[in-house]
């Protein structure tokens, strides 16, 4: 039982290339999240997903694209990678009954040069 | 002012003693309340929930939450070097648009000595 995976585990890229990170959770949750954690601000919230197509903006959204076509799919995208973007992603996903309880993927640790 | 706060820390204490681990919120009707673990290169870990007022324990792990003050810590008795970690506070904010959004703090780091 993996739960929730998250891919690639490390990546380094240059400014202006596109990125894309992978989630993947084998619960069936129907909420699913993306955050960035950088040093002095923690987590931050960039997108969500309370079930298949349907995604909306957290606190951050600015450069990231996301899509969600199946439940346990929950791809980030940056179109145009910038050195501000350099940080560790993790994604979240949780149950509709318990949607407050966040089961966190292990992390993607981007660095944009 | 941050929507929920905690001491940066380190916190430091000896092996078999109790860590206390504090955070503020300032959102007064925040309802939803936990702890998260998150151990160095890691993600984080939920350990902890708290919903109402007063004490909830949970092993060698009790939070406490005070809504009146906008207060909730929490307590890790017999602190073991295994402990050692960033405690991360989070808090259920409701927008506008009804959705609920979990704020994080930026985190308390233990550090337990043998």
């Known amino acids: 039982d993996a739960g929730i995976t998250q891919s690639p585990r490390y990546k380094i890229t240059e400014t202006g290339r596109q990125v894309t990170l992978m989630c993947h959770q084998t619960w069936s949750h129907s909420y699913m999240f993306w955050y960035r954690q950088d040093l002095g601000h923690g987590l931050r919230l960039i997108y969500y997903?309370?079930?298949?197509?349907?995604?909306d903006k957290g606190e951050v959204p600015d450069g990231y694209v996301v899509s969600r076509s199946k439940t346990e799919n929950f791809p980030l995208t940056l179109e145009s990678a910038t050195r501000s973007q350099t940080s560790v992603y993790f994604c979240?996903?949780?149950?509709?009954?318990?949607?407050?309880?966040?089961?966190f993927g292990p992390g993607t640790r981007l660095t944009v040069l | 002012q941050k929507e929920v706060e905690q001491n940066s820390g380190p916190l430091s204490v000896p092996e078999g003693a109790i860590a206390s681990l504090n955070c503020t919120y300032s959102d007064r009707v925040s309802q939803s309340f936990f702890w998260y673990r998150q151990y160095s290169g890691k993600s984080p870990e939920l350990i902890m929930s708290i919903y109402s007022n007063g004490d909830k324990e949970d092993g060698r792990f009790t939070a406490q939450l005070n809504k009146a003050s906008q207060y909730v810590s929490l307590l890790i008795r017999d602190s073991q070097p295994s402990d050692s970690a960033t405690y991360l506070c989070?808090?259920?904010?409701?927008?506008?648009?009804?959705?609920?959004?979990?704020?994080f703090g930026t985190g308390t780091r233990l550090l337990v000595s043998p």
């Open positions: 997903s309370a079930a298949a197509d349907i995604t």
């Open positions: 979240a996903s949780s149950d509709t009954n318990s949607y407050n309880e966040q089961f």
């Open positions: 989070a808090v259920i904010l409701v927008l506008n648009t009804g959705f609920q959004k979990l704020v």
